[in-house]
């Protein structure tokens, strides 16, 4: 009996998202450097786009860089980003509760 509950406890390690997933990641991403923008560069923003997971078993949402970056532009009402910084915040509770976010930072372009 033992040994099941050993194995139901590593197939549940083994079936993230397995009951529900919908999850966008970043990969990769290419942002123009400073001096490839014409015009001058305007303020500093940020954005953060984030997935989340519980019980490793439901997971959603968009963490991509994408996603970020539209975040940023929102606020601005940017036509692009330059010059972008990009990082990854994990933040995790016993695995009942995982949220990963991509937060992005770069200078605006109008």
């Known amino acids: 009996m033992r040994a099941l509950s050993h194995?139901?406890?590593?197939m549940m390690l083994a079936c993230t998202g397995c009951i529900y997933s919908n999850v966008h990641t970043p990969l990769s991403?290419?942002?123009?450097t400073p001096s490839e923008v014409p015009g001058p560069l305007g303020a500093e923003v940020t954005g953060e786009a984030c997935n989340h997971v519980v019980l490793w078993l439901v997971a959603w949402g968009d963490g991509g860089?994408?996603?970020?970056?539209?975040?940023?532009?929102?606020?601005s009402h940017a036509?692009?980003?330059a010059d972008v910084e990009a990082d990854t915040k994990l933040f995790n509770v016993l695995g009942v509760y995982q949220e990963s976010c991509?937060?992005?930072?770069?200078?605006?372009?109008?």
């Open 65 to 75: 860089y994408t996603r970020a970056v539209e975040d940023a532009k929102r606020g």
């Open 29 to 32: 991403y290419r942002s123009p």
């Open 79 to 81: 036509r692009m980003l």
């Open 7 to 10: 194995l139901g406890f590593v």
């Open 102 to 110: 991509t937060r992005v930072r770069g200078k605006t372009v109008m």
